[in-house]
T-cell receptor, first 115, second 115 residues
Framework: AQSVTQPDIHITVSEGASLELRCNYS??????LFWYVQSPGQGLQLLLKYFSGDTLVQGIKGFEAEFKRSQSSFNLRKPSVHWSDAAEYFC?????????????FGSGTQLTVLP | EPEVTQTPSHQVTQMGQEVILRCVPISNHLYFYWYRQILGQKVEFLVS????????KSEIFDDQFSVERPDGSNFTLKIRSTKLEDSAMYFC?????????????FGPGTRLTVL
């Protein structure tokens, strides 16, 4: 069965600092990988996704993620964090078999940004 | 930009009562989903729906749950007899389903509180 681990429950960074949120997955084949962000009172917004090809994926709001098959990782990065990036971030893996393509999520990482 | 909408934003009910959570997926989308997130836990897949029938469901989605697309726009989740452990945030999602790699778009969620 597929699974996703986000080892950091809570991360605090200063505004302008760089950010890396970790994600490790377990899946029997090459996975579909996603990062979603959830602001308070909002739904889950897609930041970026990886299906195949270039392992460095660019997303919205200046985020990027790198798929590393050897490490089973899909870490999210941003070179300079803004106060508006404070939110909860979820990594997810999508099923490749079956047509539903349902997502399996990690536990999430809560990001706090200090002024 | 089209959005998935959900009503109500917060529902409070007594244990044993029936609840219906409503979602309006994006209009040209064909695949619909329900996920839930118990406070402090992961977002979990419940069910997917395509062509007026369930395509996949998780072990959480037992006989107490049902889904329906009563008209051309709404997608509902019914919990027949709510339990305390049904208290959670319920997210609806939809995707176009034109390719196997298209994105799921999530609604803002309905917070269900069972007393």
């Amino acid at each position: 069965a597929q699974s996703v681990t986000q080892p950091d429950i809570h991360i605090t960074v200063s505004e302008g600092a760089s950010l890396e949120l970790r994600c490790n997955y377990s899946y029997g084949a090459t996975p579909y990988l996603f990062w979603y962000v959830q602001s308070p009172g909002q739904g889950l917004q897609l930041l970026l996704k990886y299906f195949s090809g270039d392992t460095l994926v660019q997303g919205i709001k200046g985020f990027e993620a790198e798929f590393k098959r050897s490490q089973s990782s899909f870490n999210l990065r941003k070179p300079s964090v803004h106060w508006s990036d404070a939110a909860e971030y979820f990594c997810a893996v999508g099923a490749r078999s079956g047509s539903a393509r349902q997502l399996t999520f990690g536990s999430g990482t809560q990001l706090t940004v200090l002024p | 930009e089209p959005e998935v909408t959900q009503t109500p934003s917060h529902q409070v009910t007594q244990m044993g009562q029936e609840v219906i959570l409503r979602c309006v997926p994006i209009s040209n989308h064909l695949y619909f989903y329900w996920y839930r997130q118990i406070l402090g836990q992961k977002v979990e897949f419940l069910v997917s729906f395509y062509n007026n029938e369930i395509s996949e469901k998780s072990e959480i989605f037992d006989d107490q749950f049902s889904v329906e697309r009563p008209d051309g726009s709404n997608f509902t989740l019914k919990i027949r007899s709510t339990k305390l452990e049904d208290s959670a945030m319920y997210f609806c999602a939809s995707r176009v389903a034109s390719t196997s790699t298209d994105t799921q778009y999530f609604g803002p969620g309905t917070r269900l509180t069972v007393l």
